[in-house]
């Protein structure tokens, strides 16, 4: 049974600030990790990909992996109202049809 | 959600009906993933396909069935809706074997009375 753990929250972030969003995952087999963006009564949103150890930077989103660790994180810098969301964490196995297996997210919120 | 539409967006069905769901792309993905959504249990897979007839188990298949007779199109089905199945349902596709993550459908939100 493979599972991905995040903390649920809420995570309560000034504007502004550096939000970090932590995942741990226990299979070891994972190649690749993507998290999702999930606004309240919508679907998620793929915003980040990491394949290899160390950071990934797409405008205010870094994602960082650490397979040796089993951790995968997500910071977003410069917080907005806009980025309250819930974000999933989804570690990749390979195959598509193994695919995804999706975290039960972590729910952030951008204090103004 | 270019490229994948699940229909209807809202239902609301009595206990003991059949109910389906439907989930259509135009990206010709080869991999289409039925999920549902609760709160505390996070996307539970429901069932796949990775082709056409080609279909399987995901870990909440209890009480659904799916049906894939053309690439575009990925049916669930509720033989006798529960209010337990009270949930939102979302549709995914992904092109294959390469890593580069679902993309969802809008959901449909299913009202089991």
């Known amino acids: 049974q493979k599972e991905v753990e995040q903390n649920s929250g809420p995570l309560s972030v000034p504007e502004g600030a550096i939000a970090s969003l932590n995942c741990t995952y226990s299979d070891r087999g994972s190649q690749s990790f993507f998290w999702y963006r999930q606004y309240s009564g919508k679907s998620p949103e793929l915003i980040m990909s990491i394949y290899s150890n160390g950071d990934k930077e797409d405008g205010r989103f870094t994602a960082q992996l650490n397979k040796a660790s089993q951790y995968v994180s997500l910071l977003i810098r410069d917080s907005q109202p806009s980025d309250s969301a819930t974000y999933l964490c989804?570690?990749?196995?390979?195959?598509?049809?193994?695919?995804?297996?999706f975290g039960k997210g972590t729910h952030l919120i951008i204090q103004p | 959600d270019a490229g994948i539409t699940q229909s209807p967006r809202h239902k609301v069905t009595e206990t003991g009906t059949p109910v389906t769901l439907r989930c259509h792309q135009t990206e010709n993905h080869r991999y289409m993933y039925w999920y549902r959504q609760d709160p505390g249990h996070g996307l539970r897979l429901i069932h796949y396909s990775y082709g056409v007839k080609d279909t399987d188990k995901g870990e909440v298949s209890d009480g659904y069935s799916v049906s894939r007779s053309k690439t575009e199109d990925f049916l669930l089905t509720l033989e006798s809706a529960t209010s337990s199945q009270t949930s939102v349902y979302f549709c995914a596709i992904s092109e294959g074997d390469s890593p580069r993550g679902y993309t969802f459908g809008s959901g449909t939100r299913l009202t089991v009375v």
């Open positions: 989804a570690p990749y196995s390979g195959g598509g049809a193994d695919g995804l297996t």
